[in-house]
Structure formats: C-alpha cells, structure tokens
C-alpha cells in the first residue's frame, strides 16, 4: 500500500504548526481586574485554539458565527472577539490577542514540517495544507522555506466548507489530481481530519503536543503509513 500513496494531505494547527505564545502578547493584561497568569494564559489560548464546542456563553446569534467562523474572516473575528471578551478580557486587549492569533508570524512550525515538506516534494508525492482557517498561512511556510514545497492550500474559508464536510477533502483531490484511495490525510483530530475516510482517503493521527515536544510527530506517522522521509 506504501508506493500507491501519491498525495499527502496535512492539516495547519496542532499538525504542520502550531499557536505557542509568548508572555510578552499578555503583558499588562487583566482578566477580571486580576494580572493574567500562566494558567489564565493558557486557558486564553484552549479557548482560541480550541477546535469544537463553545467554552463561554453565547447566544443564538453569536454560535451561527462561532459554528461558521472558518468561512469567512468577518465571522471569525466575531467569533473570537466574543469568546475573548467573555473571558474577562478589555475590547483592546482583545483585539490585541486575536491579531496575534491571524499572524501567520505568531504560529510556530513543528521541527520536522520543512523537512517532511521537502522531501514529499523530493519523492514526487503532492502535498496539500487543508485547514478549517479563517485567513492565509501561506506566509508561515514561506518564512520556514517551505513555500514551495506545498502543492495546493486548500482553506475553508476559501473553497466554502469546512472538515470534515467531505467537500473540503475532493477540493484538495481534486486539485491535486490524485484520487482518494492513494491519498493519506494527516491531522490532529479524529472528528475534523478523520472525515478524510468518508471520502476514500488513508488517515494518520498526530498529537498536537507543544512543538518542542514532538520532534518527529510528522516523520513517525507517514512511516507508518510506509512513506519514508
């Protein structure tokens, strides 16, 4: 089955890159009138990078934006700038930490990303980044050097649907050329990247760990699937 792999379909957060942050993005911070502390900032950063349920209140209006945030950027900021006020967060300061959040400078690269890229690229196998995403990452695999080494960015909120909608995953075939059975979809979560098997793809799960903590998170799960890197 290993050789007939010829399209490797990666997501973005928690598998290729990840959101770590830094104490300074939080200076001068409060929650509630308290000084934001390092559990406070990490429970900030579950609530952003969380992929699935709501973790504040919302009501009816502002979960269609929570639900619909990967489709548009409008959406997105909406959604996030509600979460982030509702934790106790002042409007500047809420802003301050989404746009951080939609840097694509903020995000930290996994350390075998450039490497895994690469050689795909090397071997002849296309790659494609599908991510559930409300703005361009291109410029983060562009600052690694990985820019070119990605054949297709197949994002949400530019093709119009969102994993594990099966549309999102026959785009990204679709522009790659390759059909579903010789293709592998790898991801960090079962109920988002996991749909790539209702269309006819492989899938391998990563764990999205701190970046320093999964050297080769990437390298150990295309082997298994038997593709070196």
């Known amino acids: 089955?290993?050789?007939?792999?010829?399209?490797?379909?990666?997501?973005?957060?928690?598998?290729l890159f990840r959101l770590e942050e830094q104490d300074s993005w939080f200076a001068g911070m409060a929650v509630d009138e308290r000084e934001v502390d390092g559990h406070v900032q990490a429970e900030l950063m579950r609530r952003l990078t969380a992929p699935t349920g709501?973790?504040?209140?919302?009501?009816?209006e502002q979960?269609?934006?929570?639900?619909?945030r990967d489709l548009a950027p409008h959406l997105?900021?909406?959604?996030?700038?509600?979460?982030?006020?509702?934790?106790?967060?002042?409007?500047?300061h809420a802003e301050s930490l989404y746009d951080r959040v939609i840097d694509p400078a903020s995000w930290s690269a996994y350390p075998d990303t450039a490497r895994v890229l690469k050689s795909l690229r090397a071997q002849g196998v296309r790659t494609a980044v599908v991510s559930n995403i409300a703005f361009d990452v291109r410029p983060a695999f562009a600052a690694i050097g990985a820019g070119d080494h990605v054949n297709e960015y197949v994002l949400s909120f530019e093709v119009g649907a969102v994993k594990p909608d099966p549309a999102i995953f026959t785009a990204a075939l679709r522009r790659l050329g390759v059909p579903a059975q010789d293709s592998l979809m790898v991801g960090d979560s079962e109920e988002a990247d996991g749909g790539a098997r209702a269309v006819g793809c492989q899938f391998a799960l990563v764990d999205p760990l701190p970046?320093?903590?999964?050297p080769d998170g990437l390298v150990t799960a295309l082997g298994r699937a038997g593709i070196g890197t």
């Not at 709501?54 to 009816?60: E, L």
């Not at 979960?63 to 619909?68: D, G, I, S, V």
């Not at 997105?76 to 500047?92: T, W």
């Open 211 to 214: 970046t320093a903590g999964r």
């Open 76 to 92: 997105h900021r909406e959604a996030y700038l509600h979460v982030l006020r509702e934790s106790g967060l002042a409007d500047h």
């Open 63 to 68: 979960y269609r934006a929570w639900a619909n």
């Open 1 to 15: 089955m290993a050789d007939m792999v010829s399209a490797v379909l990666f997501d973005f957060s928690g598998t």
């Open 54 to 60: 709501r973790s504040v209140t919302m009501t009816d």
